[in-house]
């Protein structure tokens, strides 16, 4: 197992720049996920550690020791990608033997050593089979069972199973993490799914535009994302961002309701200033008078989820959705009161535009 470190890294592809000089550690067994938008840099990252990528600056370290000039093969990295390219003609024993074939272990050892892969993967029952006649995600299995027979001491994997439909992602989604309990590795992670993320990683590292933005809990990255980019990329339905004015100190006015700031935010008003955006998940207010900190609205719509409701408000001109329990309804144009839960009011500098666009794939 390894502990894996980044100082200053680059990535260049001729004159563009990919990764813009990131910082990160990664403990010893920990399940970092790196989530962000399509083209943020996270393969790059990633190939960089496998060492597939050459470093443009900056250094890798794998237990305080740089890799950077270290071959591949030598780091002791499995990596895992959506493409699982199994052997065709061979079945399923030989393809996972095959990494040990190749570094010359002998013939007993490789027996041992597949089926006991084989068992903790449940793969035993199709050892025999050829590729042809598996399914998706057992042919994933196969895969991930390949590149951990060597035992390495880092496992990444590059969007391992966003090919697969719902169903099977789910099932794969809990297997990973069952991996991850069963072997004890390091292991990374790259999705823009930001619910896989969330739901398999211990810490979740969000990039956007060649930058780590976050790198904390779930729980952290969920409840107090660093900035706006986090906030409205993670949680779904996403997060309601308004724009908010403040004249009097320790007060805010959205969309014409004057607002109270809990205690614990003045300070972070005070940096801010006299614009910026507040954001509350649709998870974080409910109707009625609830709390202290209410906005006035209008129904729009009420989405009828079984065990949940979605409401539309229109605050203003700003659009806002509430998760509720399925006994709640606004009829269109009912006068309502939202009640935000004190503890889940985010407030940030204002948004740039180009913040706004969160094209995921
Ligand atoms: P992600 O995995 O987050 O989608 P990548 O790390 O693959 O992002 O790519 C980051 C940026 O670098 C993208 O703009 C992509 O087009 C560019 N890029 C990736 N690989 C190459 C390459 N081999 N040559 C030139 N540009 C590349
Ligand atoms: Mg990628």
Redesign the pocket.
Known sequence: MARITARNLV?R??A?Q??HGINFDIEDGEFVAIL??????????M?MIAGLESISDGEILFDGRRVNEIRPRDRNVAMSFENYALYTPITVYENIAFPLRAAGVNKADIDRKVWDIAAKMELTPLLEQMPASLSSGQAQRVSLARALVREPSVFLL?EPISHLDTRQRYRMRRFIKSIHQEFGHTMIY?T?DQEEALALADRVMV?SN?EIQQLDTPQQVYTRPANVFVAGFVGEPPINFFDFTSETDGEITIEGNRITVPESLRPHLGRIGKRGTAAVRPHFMELGETSPIRLKGRGFITEELQDHNEIFVDVGETRVSLVTPPDKHVARGEEVTISINPDHLLLFPPRQQKEENFDVV
């Open positions: 990535k592809y001729g563009f990919a990764v962000g938008p399509s083209g943020c840099g996270k393969s790059s990252t190939r590059d790259v823009h990039m060649g």
